[in-house]
């Protein structure tokens, strides 16, 4: 019969297999840690002759909290020596899993002999016919958060945690998904910070156990949640991971509505889930120490059914975005696919809630309306992106104005002469016709990206821009010629071109002279262009 219960091992959460020496402790001491070594000691002898899987002990913790000593005192304790009858591996492992370098770890050291020459087949069997025979304490230390236990077990596995100080305030774990997380973490009454990395991020469901860390101030996920139910208890929460509402975990927005201590990043995705009501639910506007905002729609929202089976309608997301109003301290603000048809008031309101927006932008956005930029003093990034116009929705302003709606593809940037902290600008709209020598904007950008320009010359504004460092032309389809004031940018260390068919000619040589700081040039599908640039 094969016993592979037998096997005990531990696990100290950081990296793949090196060595396979067995270490000692000596005459080191652990201070305050006698509890936590009698209790290892007794998980690691309380296998009986029942027992039929492979058991996995898992002592986690941050770096430097003394994880590999532990280990040491235990695997050299008396009790557990002679349990073992002194049959203990001790395997240090690297941050790269090798599941054949283990193997073949393994057997050499069991058996006392080469095996770096054998297949993963003949390990397993090798592996499996010593290890059901006798009882083996297997360490395994610097295990990293990537260590694959699907791939390394022979056979069942039964995990147990080592949970070291239950006054610990920092946790780091790693699971294969959110649903693993072990249900002892609820013990650990004095948490505050809890960091959890996924492996399988198609499970959002953050278990309802992490809601009675009463004491709980971070939660740190590299993938979105869903809101657990009773989240609204850990009233001293100061961060959230992203938000998703597409799934119903038991919780609402509502829960996040008590959360004043909320700061940093807040961002919510599935926003074409919810409703106007659920988004005042949240009272944003509250939220005054969150100081980064992104709102997520699905990329095609019209066809996003809500929780009452109902298909999402254009209206709703102009109620929800309005209900989301920000704080006035909001410094970044990001939309993602917003579906409905209007801005903001918060966003167009002739004196605005948030003057101290640093970086404005807005991705497939398909709202009308005037936002006047100039009411945005500190806007240092403004990227806008806006839903491609389909011939139905030529009489629709395309992104932004201050004037009265026409049947036009491109509107100014109204305001943006007037911005003295812009450094960078990513648009496919027009150089509003104010912008000269002395705006202010003059000033501060750094950078520009001009797009989708359907004229034979660049914008004259342009040329007032004499402290760019970086210029990017892109899909302007009937440019010929650049011209010769743009040896003007002598600050200038980049220009990137694309996609101008009918590019014939650069600036003149003198002109181009004049760049003595340009140290990166590139063209990109302007095959007139490039052909003459060959033949030079």
């Known amino acids: 019969m094969l016993m592979i219960s037998w096997v005990a091992t531990f696990v100290t959460m950081t990296k793949d297999l090196v060595s396979c020496v067995v270490n000692f402790v000596g005459d080191i001491r652990l201070i305050g840690r006698e509890q936590d070594i009698v209790d290892l000691v007794d998980l690691c002898c309380r296998f009986t002759n029942n027992d039929a899987n492979l058991k996995v002990i898992a002592i986690m913790g941050m770096g430097g909290l003394g994880k590999t000593a532990l280990a040491k005192h235990v695997s050299q304790a008396e009790q557990v020596k002679k349990f073992f009858n002194h049959q203990i591996i001790w395997l240090t492992v690297t941050p790269t899993f090798d599941l054949m370098n283990i193997l073949s770890n393994m057997v050499a050291r069991l058996y006392g002999i080469f095996s770096g020459n054998l297949d993963r087949q003949t390990l397993v069997l090798m592996l499996q016919a010593k290890l059901g025979k006798e009882k083996f304490l297997i360490v395994l230390d610097d295990v990293w958060p990537t260590f694959n236990w699907t791939s390394l077990c022979l056979g069942g596995i039964e995990h147990e945690v080592a949970w070291y100080p239950k006054a610990s305030k920092y946790l780091n774990i790693t699971v294969l998904n959110l649903e693993m997380i072990p249900k002892e973490i609820k013990n650990l009454f004095h948490l505050q910070s809890l960091q959890i990395q996924v492996v399988e991020r198609s499970k959002p469901n953050l278990p309802p156990l992490i809601c009675e860390l009463a004491k709980l101030r971070h939660i740190y996920v590299n993938c979105s949640i869903s809101i657990p139910k009773g989240l609204g208890y850990l009233t001293d929460l100061q ?206 950008l750094k950078l520009i990206s001009l797009d989708d320009y359907d004229v034979e010359t660049l914008p004259v504004q342009l040329q007032h821009l004499v402290l760019l460092t970086s210029l990017q032309i892109n899909g302007f389809t009937r440019l010929e010629i650049l011209p010769d004031w743009l040896g003007k940018f002598t600050f200038l260390k980049s220009l990137s071109l694309r996609n101008l068919p009918n590019l014939k000619r650069l600036p003149s040589q003198d002109a181009m002279q004049r760049l003595h700081n340009l140290t990166k040039f590139s063209s990109k599908t302007c095959p007139f262009l490039n052909d003459k640039l060959r033949r030079k």
């Open 239 to 444: 961060t959230l991971p992203a938000i998703n509402l597409k799934h119903d975990c038991g919780g609402t927005l509502s829960d996040l509505a008590l959360f004043k201590k909320l700061g940093g990043l807040l961002e919510i995705s599935g926003l074409d889930f919810i409703n106007g009501e659920q988004a005042r639910s949240l009272i944003l506007a509250d939220k005054t120490k969150v100081c980064h905002l992104i709102l997520q729609w699905e990329p095609d929202c019209e066809q996003a059914l809500q929780p009452n089976g109902s298909f999402f309608a254009k209206f709703e997301a102009n109620e929800v975005l309005e209900a989301l109003r920000p704080n006035e301290n909001l410094f970044t603000l990001s939309i993602y696919n917003h579906g409905g048809t209007t801005f903001p008031t918060w966003l167009t309101a002739i004196v605005t809630p948030l003057q101290n927006l640093v970086s404005l932008e807005m991705r497939n956005y398909d709202g009308e309306g005037c936002l006047n930029l100039e009411n945005f003093r500190f806007l240092h990034i403004l990227s806008l992106d806006l839903h491609q116009l389909t011939p139905s929705q030529l009489s629709k302003l395309w992104i932004i104005s201050s004037t009265s709606r026409r049947k036009i593809f491109k509107r100014e940037l109204v305001g943006l002469a007037s911005l003295p902290c812009l450094n960078s600008l990513w648009t496919d709209e027009l150089l509003p016709r104010d912008l000269g020598e002395c705006s202010p904007v003059c000033k501060s």
